[in-house]
């Protein structure tokens, strides 16, 4: 029952390593930098982006767009600078307000907006989630890198095109009921954190800037829908112009984008580019896409359940290691130990002598040969029984030979409670902090 | 930067716990049990109903379902067994092909079927994916264990039930897809396999079973909607026997149904039910209720994206977990290693006498006073620090004090590369297994 197949043990090898990139980019930081702390609170800022200069989509400023580390909780977000922006009127910040009650799993969560001297000017910093190793769809698709675009050999598959709809109908959904606008459907602004998954990033960050704007929500929001319609235009085509508001849209893109997508895409983006004639009262809504999406967003359903039941069962294969790693950690601070209370041959007798056994037990197998046997499947193995405490019993040799312990893993489970107890004694209950 | 809260060091407790008992459930075996092994190839049986005698949902048929394991590949299924049954005809037991095209996050995997004298009698087998701790929805919401029903004290949220419907309709549009019926739509063949998520149990087994029948496919169809409205209206007015296709749904039932609910709901629930007319040939179809459901299956959408985020969250969590743990196990066997190659000093000497100072730096840390000091924190941070191979360096001293060395993390990640490897070298690269 407790045997576990070696090949279960692990996560198939391209996922963990995907995992470990995200969780080193987390962590990176740079040594030598010259980067400021924002408000005492934001530090060991890393670049994520080189800003251009020319075109900027937050007005006129230049936006900087930095991970950063928070000294109260010790979490990573998303830093963006608007440099050089002085606020005439201190009460825009308040525009994130209502985006801080949106949680979408298609928008990137808003946290705070404040301006700022810690960049030697005036500079309004948003806090946005942080998504390590993330892209834009510019980036994705575009790969304008130096300017540079290669013609894509492929299309991007009309699946995936329908993946995009969907998920950004969602966020829509969440960000029009809330009396908002999303104003930033654009592909530098749509970023893919996973596989299958994008978010709308940069939210909050026009509704500051134009606090005082009194452009009407209902253009605002219909906006969206012809934003959203350029973008996958745009994306289609291979054609990033096309996904400017300012671009007029030739018909030659439609009928190009007509060749390679089904009728039903096809008409879906016309859709979404259309704007209703004077004497039409009717505005797209958020619902009619919806409905019109029904059938595409039962597949992304489904594709989603998929999703969960994998990392599920990744998770379940996972799952012991903070345990493990807590018991080794503190077998660690058992074995060996120079001296304690005084008596430095306390980790050579009574229980924590068997400990000691147990230890080379479990790590310093060797075969008939005396090569050493490295199997970590044994070892995650025997902690595992150490750490539930079972019945079964196992024979503990002294390094002479001379003495074997028989020792069940539910009697070392006790030992080793009594052995760590006893080293945190002397401090009370906070001596093991964290254990 | 390397610094981890010790708080998110682990799992939260709930989620471990339900995923421990999911784990334990799976490998659960019954030491002594009479149950025999199926088709030399499915043993180790562990019931998970018990039959009463009475209303059968499979023809006349007693059905007993187990866990069982798969001896070629040691996974664990779900073997349904119906008791008595003798095939007319063999080729029966091909009407679960289509089923085996079915993947669907909604709908539990069809694996194969078969006849079975194992038993001791003719017996017709199903073999399905198993889900540990599954309960039907049956046993979820009406509790009808012993026969005792308890009234509900509160109705069951209006949210939950617009989940199932989405849910059931992904996987009708799946089987419908595919010229199936469900056919199983009923309380006691749905089952919850997490707290989220529904999935129809049972399928493909009356496509056996009515192998010869001339139903034709779109009647069994229409039943499909039937049966959903009606298990809805069982569910929501706690009435288990309105779910069965016999009952007679009286207008009260759907009046009590119309108090608890919104109109809306109950709306979807009489189209589900409707029959039209002879004069009518509009059948339902499932696009049709997925249109209508839209703006609900938006919102399934949304919930699964954010659960898939929690459990990637987990899981990396958990990985860094593994590393840490990977990183000590590798160090538990170059400290204090008896003896290495004819050399018993070999754990004493070189750089792994530097390892077992820094191994003391880590875990043996005392206080002014001599006591003992167990900060996870720190030997996270530190262990993290080891993993990544930083450029920081520490001071590592003798146990008399006598010397101290001056090394980075960097160069103690290279000794320890090299010591392990220096184990591993004599059985090549097998030695290492796992590592
Ligand atoms: N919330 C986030 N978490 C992690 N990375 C992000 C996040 N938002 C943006 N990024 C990354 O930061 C980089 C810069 O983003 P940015 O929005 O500035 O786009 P850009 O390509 O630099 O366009 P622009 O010219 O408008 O600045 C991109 O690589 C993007 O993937
Ligand atoms: N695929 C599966 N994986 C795990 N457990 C399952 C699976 N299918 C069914 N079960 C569980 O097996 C038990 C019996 O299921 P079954 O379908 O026989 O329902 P029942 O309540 O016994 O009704 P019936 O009277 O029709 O037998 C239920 O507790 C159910 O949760
Ligand atoms: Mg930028
Ligand atoms: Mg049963």
Redesign the interface.
């Known amino acids: 029952?407790?045997q576990r197949?070696?090949h279960d043990?692990?996560?198939r090898e391209d996922i963990?390593e995907e995992?470990?990139k995200?969780?080193?980019a987390t962590?990176?930081?740079l040594?030598n930098s010259q980067l400021p702390t924002v408000s005492n609170h934001y530090h060991?800022l890393v670049p994520l982006d080189t800003p251009r200069s020319g075109a900027n989509f937050f007005g006129n400023y230049v936006s900087w767009v930095y991970k950063a580390?928070s000294k109260k909780?010790?979490h990573t977000y998303c830093l963006r600078r608007l440099q050089g922006l002085r606020l005439n009127n201190v009460e825009s910040v308040r525009g994130i307000q209502s985006w801080k009650r949106i949680?979408?799993?298609?928008v990137v969560s808003v946290i705070e907006c404040f301006t700022s001297r810690d960049f030697s000017d005036n500079s309004l910093v948003f806090i946005h989630n942080y998504h390590p190793l993330s892209k834009t769809l510019a980036e994705h698709h575009f790969n304008t890198a130096q300017g540079s675009r290669y013609t894509r050999q492929f299309s991007v598959p009309e699946s995936i095109l329908w993946s995009y709809i969907?998920q950004i109908?969602?966020a829509l959904?969440?960000i029009h009921a809330e009396k908002l606008a999303a104003r930033c459907i654009d592909a530098s602004k749509v970023i893919l954190t996973?596989k299958n998954?994008v978010r709308l990033g940069g939210c909050a960050i026009l509704d500051v800037l134009d606090y005082e704007s009194t452009q009407p929500l209902v253009d605002m929001q219909q906006e969206d829908f012809i934003q959203l319609g350029r973008l996958i235009l745009s994306i289609g085509t291979n054609t990033p112009a096309l996904g400017s508001p300012q671009t007029v849209i030739p018909q030659s893109a439609l009928e190009q984008f007509g060749r390679t997508y089904s009728v039903e895409l096809r008409e879906r983006v016309i859709w979404l580019l259309s704007r209703p004639s004077p004497q039409e009262t009717a505005q797209k809504n958020i619902?009619e896409l919806?409905?019109g999406?029904?059938?595409h967003?039962?597949d992304?359903?489904?594709t989603?359940?998929?999703?969960?039941?994998e990392?599920?069962s990744?998770?379940?294969r996972?799952?012991e290691?903070?345990?493990?790693?807590?018991l080794?950690?503190k077998?660690?601070?058992i074995?060996?130990?120079?001296e304690?209370d005084?008596d430095p041959s306390w980790s050579e007798n009574g229980e924590r002598y068997q400990l000691k056994l147990f230890?080379?037990y479990?790590?310093?197998q060797v075969d008939s040969?005396?090569?050493?046997?490295?199997?970590?499947?044994h070892?995650?193995s025997s902690l595992n029984k150490l750490d539930a405490g079972i019945d079964e019993r196992i024979h503990l040799a002294s390094?002479d030979n001379q003495t074997v312990f028989v020792v069940s893993y539910k009697e070392l489970k006790k030992m080793v409670a009594n052995c760590?107890n006893e080293?945190?004694k002397?401090?009370g209950k906070q001596?093991?902090?964290?254990?």
């Open positions: 029952p407790y197949q070696p043990f692990f996560l963990r995992l470990h995200k969780a080193d962590r990176q930081v040594p060991s580390t909780n010790g949680s979408n799993g298609n969907c109908c969602n959904k969440a996973d998954r619902l919806a409905c999406l029904s059938s967003f039962v992304c359903f489904d989603s359940l998929h999703a969960q039941d990392v599920n990744n998770l379940m996972e799952l290691n903070g345990r493990i790693a807590r080794v950690m077998l660690g601070t074995n060996e130990r120079p304690f005084n230890r080379d479990v790590f310093h040969s005396g090569h050493p046997v490295l199997d970590l499947g070892m995650i390094r760590f080293l945190a002397p401090h001596a093991s902090r964290g254990f």
